[in-house]
């Protein structure tokens, strides 16, 4: 089973900035896109932030130019660095990971989830 562990989030003051961590463990074959996504209070969830096997990377447009999302695939680990943060980013953070794993095949696996706070 594959499973994800967040860290980095926390309370930060609007101009501030946060780097979210996302590592991937168990019997993984391979890692092919990993994604950050959001949902805050009474909204749907929405997606942040992707990156393919090869590194491309794709940003929403409301977090262009701010957010940059990287990965280590040494680590099977991703990353958000979030700048210039505003009380609108302020959202339950989550990773998502698709990949093989060498027992189970195909896995979707999502993070449990870490709290970003954007006040003053």
């Known amino acids: 089973q594959v499973q994800l562990v967040e860290s980095g989030g926390g309370l930060v003051q609007p101009g501030g900035s946060l780097r979210l961590s996302c590592a991937a463990s168990?019997?993984?074959?391979?890692?092919?896109?990993m994604d950050w996504y959001r949902q805050a209070p009474g909204k749907q969830r929405e997606l942040v932030a992707t990156i393919t096997s090869g590194g491309s990377t794709n940003t929403a447009d409301s977090v262009k130019g701010r957010f940059t999302i990287s990965r280590d695939n040494a680590k099977n680990t991703v990353y958000l660095q979030m700048n210039s943060l505003k009380p609108e980013d302020t959202a339950i953070y989550y990773c998502?990971?698709?990949?093989?794993?060498?027992?189970?095949?195909?896995?979707?696996?999502w993070g449990q989830g870490t709290l970003v706070t954007v006040s003053s």
């Open positions: 998502h990971v698709v990949g093989r794993s060498s027992v189970t095949g195909a896995f979707n696996a």
């Open positions: 168990g019997r993984i074959f391979s890692i092919s896109v």
